[in-house]
């Protein structure tokens, strides 16, 4: 019996692997430390927020997805960033006012360019089945407590915990923490002062933070230790350079995001 005993938690501990952050990952999942976020997919060359933007930044080989979440009139999960469908649709209206059904008529990608004529809106369960489950998925929500719950829902559901980063303010992040407390989570409930809200980021216990570019100043390199210090891991947004990808690296930065995704994974290659 103790032989029993003693291989079971062989077997289990060889299945998981706890981080510097005490997360526990799977072990064939083996996370980036750092790298590269596709903003709304590969949005410079295909419809943001579509399978194809999706599928293009897994082919160039981003280490984080960021993709945005709304839910629909009858209570269904899609891939959007306005609140509106105006933009990158060819309808028009909320989407919190229209069904999946309706919004699945659309045409996500027309706009962008004819050659992804009938590229649909996808449903979060959509996007979470074509994603590898070895990089990061930061999942912005666009909602409240309810989308914070069905969205934490989702994930488990779909058995991406380990990846799943879900980017919020802090009404959405209670609807996630009455799903599963230690569900990843990135604070998006912006302050008046940066301190304020690396000071809210860890004594909140989220697991992320996204720093905006238009905030820099000569207190950056001390707030990035500080957040460091903490086991905070640290989003920016964004950056289009080249030339900064490893200043920021070298600074703390975990992961950037961007739109000019195969340049800026280049320029992360030459890093390393």
């Known amino acids: 019996m103790k032989l029993l005993i003693g291989l079971l938690f ?18 064939n999942y083996s996370m980036p430390l750092k790298g590269i976020c596709a903003h709304r997919g590969a949005n410079e060359t295909h419809p943001e927020n579509t399978l194809a933007a999706f599928e293009e930044a897994i082919r160039l080989g981003a280490q984080m997805i960021e993709l945005d979440v709304q839910m629909t009139k009858d209570n269904q999960l899609v891939i959007m960033h306005d609140d509106r469908v105006n933009r990158t649709t060819n309808g028009r209206g909320l989407v919190k006012n229209l069904t999946l059904r309706k919004i699945k008529r659309l045409d996500a990608g027309k706009w962008k360019s ?49 990846q799943a980063v879900i980017a919020c303010q802090n009404e ?3 609807g996630v923490r009455q799903v599963d407390p230690n569900i990843m989570m ?7 002062t940066r301190a304020e809200y690396i000071n809210e980021t860890i004594e909140k216990g989220f697991t992320f933070l996204q720093l905006k570019s238009s905030r820099d100043d ?7 230790k500080k957040l460091k210090d903490n086991g905070i891991r640290i989003n920016y947004f964004h950056s289009e350079e ?31």
């Not at 930065?253 to 995704?261: A, E, P, Q, R, S």
């Open 186 to 192: 990135c604070n998006m409930e912006r302050l008046s």
């Open 10 to 27: 062989i077997f289990t501990w060889s299945n998981l692997v706890v981080g510097q952050d005490s997360m526990l990952v799977k072990e």
């Open 172 to 174: 959405a992040a209670n």
């Open 114 to 162: 004819k050659e992804f004529k009938k590229e649909r809106v996808p449903t979060l369960q959509e996007a979470l089945e074509i994603m590898p489950k070895n990089i990061w998925l930061n999942i912005h929500l666009k909602g409240d407590e309810r989308l914070g719950t069905a969205t934490a829902e989702a994930v488990i559901s779909a058995d991406r915990i380990h």
């Open 218 to 224: 000569e207190n950056i390199l001390t707030d990035l």
């Open 242 to 272: 080249k030339s900064r990808v490893k200043e920021l690296l070298d600074a703390g930065v975990d992961f950037i995001l961007t739109d000019y995704l195969a340049d800026m994974l280049d320029a992360f290659a030459k890093t390393n």
